[in-house]
């Protein structure tokens, strides 16, 4: 691990990660032609918001992708110390997500750039799914 990655508690590390992860759902989103900002912006909430965040880490953990050194960083910064709260949100949502995005923080860090890759496409992919079942009821 990178020294910097090791120094840096779990909410610094869940803010760069929160930029890097977002990237990769602003891009997918282009990518399927929606170009609107106002859809933009509620169909990205779909990807990034803390609740969808929360669900994906649980997945992750049910289907034991994640390596053991992201699990231990995912604790890292499920379990910081936050001094601030998210809107209309749970506290273990909030902390599930910032863990999360802790994760995609730690392997920028580590320049672990495939890893992101692979982690954040398995993401989009799984709320696709998720959105598809919506749009199928």
Not at 36 to 44: H, I, V
Not at 80 to 88: E, I, L, M, R
Request: charged share 25%.
């Amino acid at each position: 691990m990178s020294n910097l990655a090791q120094s840096l508690n779990g909410i610094a590390l869940a803010y760069l990660g929160d930029g890097v992860y977002e990237v990769f759902v602003r891009e997918h989103l282009l990518e399927l032609g929606v170009s609107k900002p106002n859809q933009l912006q509620r169909q990205a909430v779909q990807f990034v918001s803390a609740k969808a965040q929360a669900a994906l880490i649980e997945q992750m953990q049910t289907e034991q992708i994640l390596t053991s050194a992201e699990l231990a960083v995912y604790h890292r910064g499920r379990n910081a110390k936050s001094y601030t709260k998210a809107k209309n949100t749970e506290v273990i949502t909030y902390r599930m997500s910032t863990g999360f995005e802790a994760v995609f923080g730690y392997l920028k860090l580590t320049k672990q750039e495939a890893r992101i890759a692979e982690l954040a496409q398995w993401c989009l992919t799984e709320v696709e799914k998720k959105r598809e079942e919506t749009t199928k009821k």
